[in-house]
């Protein structure tokens, strides 16, 4: 079966440091793969999404940037972290046959704290 | 692009009772999800539902295309049924990757 996997759980970072967080899918091949921030008040922001190997999509511009160096795997990074970004963090990944998607899953997501 | 409204925003139960949820969308769908989010954030898939119906033990849900909305029920709720239902969508135009959140139902059951 499929699962996805997302580390770390929790994550505390000063203003200005570096982000890598990682996302893998298992039990599938050439998935889409997604990320997503919820904020404070409940609501779900599409950042990137990626329909294959070195393809993303910036759905917002803002400090961060997607890669997906390998086909299940997909890395949200950041340069400089600022206190915006603060927020939960929640990779997914979906199939797609023609125009149909047939659901989308996600991972437990990462609490993102800048301090 | 496409868009979600969920109502109502806010529900409080006693356990045992029985309850509603509406997802209203403004356009065409592909994809249709019921999530749950549980306290600790994660995001359990309930249903895949563009249309028609379908039943999971006490939880049900109904998409009327056509119409445009979908209903989640929740029977005989219990405290474990606590925490924020998400109703997202694909829609057919535009990017066939991108799902779109409603704002959510936070819900509440008590003992």
């Known amino acids: 079966s499929q699962t996805i996997h997302q580390w770390p759980a929790t994550l505390v970072q000063p203003v200005g440091s570096p982000l890598s967080l990682e996302c893998t899918v298992e039990g599938t091949s050439n998935p889409n793969l997604y990320w997503y921030r919820q904020a404070a008040g409940r609501g779900l922001q599409l950042l990137f999404y990626?329909?294959?190997?070195?393809?993303i999509s910036s759905e917002v511009p803002q400090n961060l940037s997607a890669s997906r160096p390998q086909d299940r795997q997909f890395i949200l990074s950041s340069k400089k972290l600022l206190l915006s970004d603060s927020g939960f963090y929640l990779c997914?990944?979906?199939?797609?046959?023609?125009?149909?998607?047939?659901?989308?899953?996600f991972g437990s997501g990462t609490r993102l704290t800048v301090v | 692009g496409i868009q979600v409204e969920q109502s109502p925003p806010d529900l409080i139960l006693q356990e045992g009772a029985n309850s509603t949820l509406r997802c209203n969308f403004s356009d065409s769908v592909n994809n249709l999800q019921w999530f749950h989010q549980n306290p600790w954030g994660q995001l359990i898939n309930l249903f895949y539902?563009?249309?028609g119906t379908k039943q999971n033990g006490r939880l049900s849900a109904t998409t009327v295309a056509t119409e445009r909305y979908s209903l989640l029920y929740i029977s005989s709720s219990q405290t474990t049924d606590s925490g924020v239902y998400f109703c997202?969508?694909?829609?057919?135009?535009?990017?066939?990757?991108?799902?779109?959140f409603g704002k959510g139902t936070l819900l509440t059951v008590n003992p």
């Open positions: 539902i563009p249309s």
């Open positions: 990626s329909v294959g190997i070195g393809q």
């Open positions: 997202a969508v694909v829609g057919r135009g535009g990017s066939n990757y991108k799902l779109t």
């Open positions: 997914a990944w979906s199939v797609q046959a023609g125009k149909a998607n047939y659901g989308y899953t």
